[in-house]
T-cell receptor
C-alpha cells in the first residue's frame, strides 16, 4: 500500500517570504500522480498543483512550484512571495496511475501560518 | 467549470436516526465519486469509491451497512448514515472525477453532528 508522509505538522512564514513544505511517499509503482491540496478555514479542498511521475520537469503554477525527486520519493511544495491568503492546511496526496485505482491517499497535513 | 456541490452543508440529527448527504457534479458527468471523512485537525480518510450504476467499493474498516452509498446517475451520489451515533459526528467530503480525467474535484463538505 502506498503511504504519504508530511513530517511538518506546522510551519510559519513571514509575508512575502518563501516557504517549503515537505512530503515523502512510498510506492512500488512507476506510474502515479502527486498533488498538493490546500484546505483553508472554509474546509473546501483546493487543488494547488499536480505532478505526473513520468514528467521530469517540476510543475509550476504561478507562485507555487514543486521539487519532485522521484528516486528519493520526495515531493516538496515551495510557495514564493507568501500572502495572507495562503494560510491554510496543506495536504500532499498520491494517486496511482493504474486504471481502476483512482483513489487519493493523503498525508497528515501541514498547517501553514502567514505572519504579517 | 468542474463544480461539485454537497447538501446539506450542516446537519444535526438525533442518535438512532438516519441522515442522507447528497453530492452533485454541476457541470460535468462524474463517472466516479469518492466519499471521505475528516475528523478535526486530521487528514481525509477515504471511505468508499462509487461508480455510476454499480455498487460502491468500501475501504477496509468502513461498515457498508452503516454508510450506504448510491451513485444512481452521472451527476449524483448519496451517502446515508444509518442509525447514526455520536461517534459518527464528523466532516464528510465528496469528490468527483469525470471521464478519462485523473483529477478529482471536491465538494465543500458536510458537517454532521449526532446528538
Amino acid at each position: 500500500a502506498q503511504t504519504v508522509t508530511q513530517s511538518q505538522p506546522e510551519m510559519s512564514v513571514q509575508e512575502a517570504e518563501t516557504v517549503t513544505l515537505s512530503c515523502t511517499y512510498d510506492t512500488s509503482e512507476s506510474d502515479y500522480y502527486l498533488f498538493w491540496y490546500k484546505q483553508p478555514p472554509s474546509r473546501q479542498m483546493i487543488l494547488v498543483i499536480r505532478q505526473e511521475a513520468y514528467k521530469q520537469q517540476n510543475a509550476t503554477e504561478n507562485r507555487f512550484s514543486v521539487n519532485f525527486q522521484k528516486a528519493a520519493k520526495s515531493f516538496s511544495l515551495k510557495i514564493s512571495d507568501s500572502q495572507l491568503g495562503d494560510a491554510a492546511m496543506y495536504f500532499c496526496a498520491y494517486r496511482s496511475g493504474r486504471r481502476g485505482n483512482e483513489k487519493l491517499t493523503f498525508g497528515t497535513g501541514t498547517r501553514l501560518t502567514i505572519i504579517p | 467549470g468542474a463544480v461539485v456541490s454537497q447538501h446539506p452543508s450542516r446537519v444535526i440529527c438525533k442518535s438512532g436516526t438516519s441522515v442522507k448527504i447528497e453530492c452533485r457534479s454541476l457541470d460535468f458527468q462524474a463517472t466516479t465519486m469518492f466519499w471521505y471523512r475528516q475528523f478535526p485537525k486530521q487528514s481525509l480518510m477515504l471511505m468508499a469509491t462509487s461508480n455510476e450504476g454499480s455498487k460502491a467499493t468500501y475501504e477496509q474498516g468502513v461498515e457498508k451497512d452503516k454508510f450506504l452509498i448510491n451513485h444512481a446517475s452521472l451527476t449524483l451520489s448519496t451517502l446515508t448514515v444509518t442509525s447514526a451515533h455520536p461517534e459518527d459526528s464528523s466532516f464528510y467530503i465528496c469528490s468527483a472525477r469525470g471521464g478519462s480525467g485523473y483529477e478529482q474535484y471536491f465538494g465543500p463538505g458536510t458537517r454532521l453532528t449526532v446528538t
